[in-house]
Structure formats: structure tokens, C-alpha cells
């Protein structure tokens, strides 16, 4: 019986190679593809390189990535595995996107479902109040205040100065009381009528 073959020839770049350099292919005699892995890729890097260029998207280079890392096609940097939350039905096993980047695109959504605002006009309005919350006028302003019934949004604010509007109801009324307290000016309700109070002169 004569012995297997080790080798075989490349029918693209006619090199004789090992059979481990050749993709296996069940419906070959021999379970090898007939092209060696390398003319594959670079079949398959042409082929991709032209299709991306007929309708005008940019090509992706290929980057050299050291093992245990992974680049993110979103901010370009080349991380560690940890960096990149679980997918299993990624090739790799991870997101698209490292962590970082996802967290920047769900505050980004989260802005805009919510406030309908993207992140240059929160900018603006941030940088219109010179970064500063409108009410205390000394914590940077972080926090985007909107009306509860008509979703109209009026600023953005500190974390304490966006709580404290939000936990007194968003009641003009009751902000005004708060503010005649602070000025020693307190008074006690006269009840006049059920659930109607008499406010001082």
C-alpha cells in the first residue's frame, strides 16, 4: 500500500505545501480544498475589498492584534478580553463594541429617547450656562431637567438641584415657600375650606 502524500500543490500559486496549509472540503477526494489557506484569504480580501468599494463604503484594514486582545471598530483602540462584554453567537465570543463604547452609544440613546436631545445640543445648552447648574450656580451641570407633563426640557442641572425640584413636585408654589423658609419668612397654612389654604399677605 502506498504511503499517503504529505504534501500537496496549490492549484493558484502552484507551491507544494504541507496538508495542514489546505482547508478541509468533504467533497474533494482527498477532504482538501484545491487553493492553500493563504490564497483563500487573499481571494477573499480582494473580494471584499471590491465589493465594499462598489457601493461606496470604506475598506477595513486588517491590524495585527496580540492574543487575549481585541480591536473595537468604533473607537479604534486595541483592548484586552476583559474589556468587551460576552456574545454567544459572535465568532469571537465578544460584542462588536468594548464596553466603553457601549456605554457612550446607550447614554447617547438614552438622551435622545428620553429627552429627544442628541449629545451636541445637551453640549450647547451646557455650554450656553457655562457649564454651571442654572439653580445653585456652582456644581457643573450633569443632569438634564425636563417637564413631567409636557416633556419640555428647561436646563440641565446638578444631581442635588435636580433632585430637590423633583422631590418638592416640581411645584412653583412649593419652590417659593421653600425660598420664604430660607428667608425666615415661614407661615402656617389656613385651612379655609376643605383642601383650600389661605396663604399669608
Do not use: D, Q
Given at each position: 500500500m502506498a504511503d499517503e502524500p504529505s504534501t500537496k500543490e496549490c492549484r493558484k500559486c502552484g507551491r507544494d505545501l504541507a496538508l495542514a496549509a489546505f482547508a478541509k472540503d468533504r467533497n474533494r477526494r482527498d477532504g482538501l480544498q484545491v487553493h492553500c489557506r493563504e490564497c483563500v484569504a487573499e481571494y477573499s480580501a480582494a473580494h471584499y475589498?471590491?465589493?465594499?468599494?462598489?457601493?461606496?463604503?470604506?475598506?477595513?484594514?486588517?491590524?495585527?492584534?496580540?492574543a487575549g486582545h481585541k480591536?473595537?471598530?468604533?473607537?479604534?483602540?486595541?483592548?484586552?478580553h476583559g474589556e468587551w462584554h460576552r456574545n454567544a453567537t459572535a465568532s469571537d465570543g465578544l460584542s462588536a463594541r468594548c464596553k466603553a463604547c457601549r456605554a457612550a452609544e446607550g447614554r447617547a440613546h438614552h438622551l435622545k429617547r428620553s429627552y429627544g436631545l442628541t449629545e451636541a445640543e445637551r453640549d450647547a445648552m451646557v455650554g450656553s450656562q457655562r457649564g454651571l447648574c442654572v439653580i445653585c450656580l456652582n456644581a457643573p451641570a450633569v443632569h438634564v431637567d425636563h417637564c413631567h407633563k409636557t416633556g419640555r426640557v428647561r436646563g440641565v442641572l446638578c444631581f442635588n438641584c435636580n433632585s430637590a425640584i423633583g422631590k418638592l413636585g416640581d411645584d412653583p408654589d412649593a419652590v417659593r415657600r421653600?425660598?420664604?423658609?430660607?428667608?425666615?419668612?415661614?407661615?402656617?397654612p389656613i385651612l379655609v375650606a376643605p383642601g383650600v389654604y389661605q396663604l399669608p399677605s
Open positions: 475589498r471590491r465589493r465594499r468599494e462598489a457601493i461606496g463604503r470604506p475598506v477595513r484594514e486588517k491590524v495585527a492584534v496580540p480591536l473595537c471598530r468604533m473607537c479604534g483602540e486595541i483592548k484586552p421653600a425660598a420664604a423658609y430660607l428667608e425666615g419668612n415661614s407661615w402656617k
